[in-house]
């Protein structure tokens, strides 16, 4: 099966340089994308039906590359296929391999590549792997996981926290030892420290390279090793909570991110290697600066092809602070490397309400949501997109009775969990918005009769129709997907972020007002250009804009970005 290279036909010729560098990848949750056998839960059919919205190769449809797809194979459930109970299978809710087939296959069709989460830090307390370590402390797969006596009776080894709450330590009557779980006690973490497991796990990275799957995106891979001697972590202030949660009143130096870490990812290069055209993205910490990110690279050869760079989605809506952003993880990517830049995933709260301020109205929010996609589609590097993003969509009120996510359960009300960016997508006016005939899993939006597929399509002031605007546009551009990137905004108002993209004669520049009143800025035109033109604004009638011969001269509304484009050299 290796290969399937006459689906992957079609996937090649449209494209220049790597996919995964010229693409752009959309990511689905499962369960919430569309259920196609009406119980409620999202699954692979669904995702199947729906695949000619991400990309039918014309331009009505979104226009994605690939996608990537949350867990799909046999879980418990505990923290929603986050922990696997079988690497190598299809959880039933989901479908089976036939239809995963099916789903490759018509996915390439469109030349939609697709890419499976991988959880190789810790397995489902259910897999055979656990069982059988768990079984004595003879078993042959008892060093498969981090199994330690207590430092005392019933005191834990050491004092490592989980990052979902509690101590990593569980204790383990049959076998009279503790097991380290980095998540939940249900997620028992596996020992990278042993060469079995390691072969283990790489066979299960050759079984989905070998149906067809163009990749991986890696789950906290900075978790895989932890100090051999299990040192006490010290105590300080660390975090996105800045010590509100226990966890984050240590620095991590022993249970994370420890420099073993690259041999292994060096290995996994090797494996993916072994395939044409596959790439693997990791998860990296939230809380570090874009050098932490940007390490798992390696020199941007030999490691992981991608690693999302966190600080960037968590920033906070200001000029200064996207700038500096996007400057630290240019400063320090590689020479080889490729940076990518996102917005949105499961685990954190939708951008277009993150980014806003309390009580604002629908309309700045959206204005601002389509100028933050203006930034995510146009910079250097590999945009990925969260289903329902393109829609605007809302962070889902969930009432505490529905509450499906064990981070929302555990720390209600101070930290209301991840629910709420995993709504079902709203795809129609109809009940449970087109996603289900039956009630969903988890509540639909309150705004779904007017905010789903079929009412923003064919609406040109939407902020569907501007996403595909945008994709198409960096379909069209090579100097969006591969050009130089640089600063335009030396002179510029504090409020406007300007930069241009340049790919040998053909240039871009990009104007984005992070201010809810309009600017009027003046940019010199760039030397090469003999001229420009206005490509696209995040409003319908842009106006105040005069192009000169030396400089421009625009009037930005509230939230506003433009892109203009360089013709010809003087
Ligand atoms: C990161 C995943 O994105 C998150 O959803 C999950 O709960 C943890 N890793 C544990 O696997
Ligand atoms: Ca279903």
């Not at 005939?437 to 939006?445: A, Q, Y």
Request: with cysteine; hydrophobic share 35%.
């Amino acid at each position: 099966m290796q290969g399937k290279d006459e689906d992957r036909s079609r996937v090649g010729e449209a494209e220049e340089g790597p996919w995964w560098k010229e693409g752009i990848v959309y990511q689905i949750y499962p369960r919430s994308f569309y259920d196609a056998n009406g119980d409620g839960i999202g699954d692979l059919a669904g995702i199947i039906e729906k695949l000619d919205y991400l990309n039918d190769g014309t331009a009505g449809s979104l226009g994605i590359d690939a996608i990537w797809l949350s867990p799909i194979y046999p879980s418990p459930m505990y923290d929603f296929g986050y922990d696997i109970s079988d690497y190598c299978a299809i959880d039933p809710v989901f479908g089976d391999m036939k239809t995963f087939d099916t789903l490759i296959e018509q996915a390439h069709k469109r030349g939609i590549r697709v890419i499976l989460d991988m959880v190789f830090n810790h397995s489902s307390h259910l897999h055979p792997w656990f069982i059988e370590s768990s079984s004595s402390r003879q078993s042959p797969k008892r060093d498969w996981y981090i199994w330690r006596d207590g430092r005392s009776e019933g005191r834990p080894p050491n004092n490592w926290l989980s990052a979902f709450g509690g101590s990593a330590w569980e204790w383990h009557e049959g076998t009279g030892q503790f097991y380290y779980h980095s998540f939940l006690k249900e997620q028992p973490d596996l020992n990278w420290w042993n060469p079995d497991l390691r072969g283990a796990v790489y066979d299960v990275m050759r079984f989905w390279l070998d149906r067809g799957v163009d990749g991986f995106r890696l789950d906290v891979v900075h978790f895989y090793v932890k100090d051999r001697l299990f040192r006490d972590n010290p105590r300080g202030m660390t975090g996105l909570t800045k010590g509100i949660l226990p966890y984050d009143r240590y620095r991590h130096l022993y249970d994370r991110d420890r420099p073993e870490g690259h041999e292994i990812f060096k290995e996994m290069r090797t494996v993916t290697n072994e395939y044409p055209d596959r790439m693997m993205v990791g998860e990296t910490p939230y809380e570090h600066g874009a050098s932490t990110a940007v390490s798992y690279l390696g020199d941007g050869t030999d490691e992981l092809h991608l690693a999302f760079y966190f600080k960037f989605l968590l920033a906070r809506w200001r000029r200064r602070t996207y700038r500096a952003r996007i400057d630290d993880l240019y400063r320090v990517i590689p020479e080889k490397g490729w940076p990518c830049w996102v917005l949105n995933n499961h685990d954190v709260p939708r951008s277009i309400d993150r980014l806003a301020r309390p009580f604002e109205a629908e309309g700045r929010r959206e204005a601002r949501a389509k100028a933050a996609a203006t930034i995510l589609l146009t910079l250097k590097g590999t945009p990925f997109l969260y289903y329902g993003e393109e829609l605007g969509m809302r962070n889902g009120s969930i009432p505490r009775s529905r509450l499906r996510d064990p981070l929302g359960k555990r720390y209600w009300p101070v930290y209301k969990g991840r629910d709420p960016a995993r709504t079902p997508m709203q795809w129609g006016p109809r009940e449970h918005a087109g996603f289900s005939t039956v009630e969903p899993w988890l509540p639909v939006n309150a705004d779904y009769r007017r905010r789903n597929v079929e009412c923003l399509a064919g609406d040109e002031t939407s902020i569907l129709e501007y996403y595909k605007m945008l994709i198409r546009l960096r379909r069209e551009e090579r100097a969006l997907r591969r050009g130089d990137f640089e600063w335009a905004d030396g002179s510029m108002s504090d409020c406007c972020l300007a930069y241009t993209r340049t790919y040998g004669s053909e240039g871009l520049l990009v104007v984005v007002n992070f201010s809810a009143v309009p600017q009027a800025v003046r940019i010199p035109r760039p030397a090469a250009w003999g001229g420009w033109r206005l490509l696209l604004s995040t409003h319908p009638r842009p106006r105040g804009i005069v192009l000169g011969a030396e400089d421009a001269h625009l009037r930005l509304e509230g939230f506003e970005a433009l892109v203009l484009k360089g013709e010809g050299r003087p």
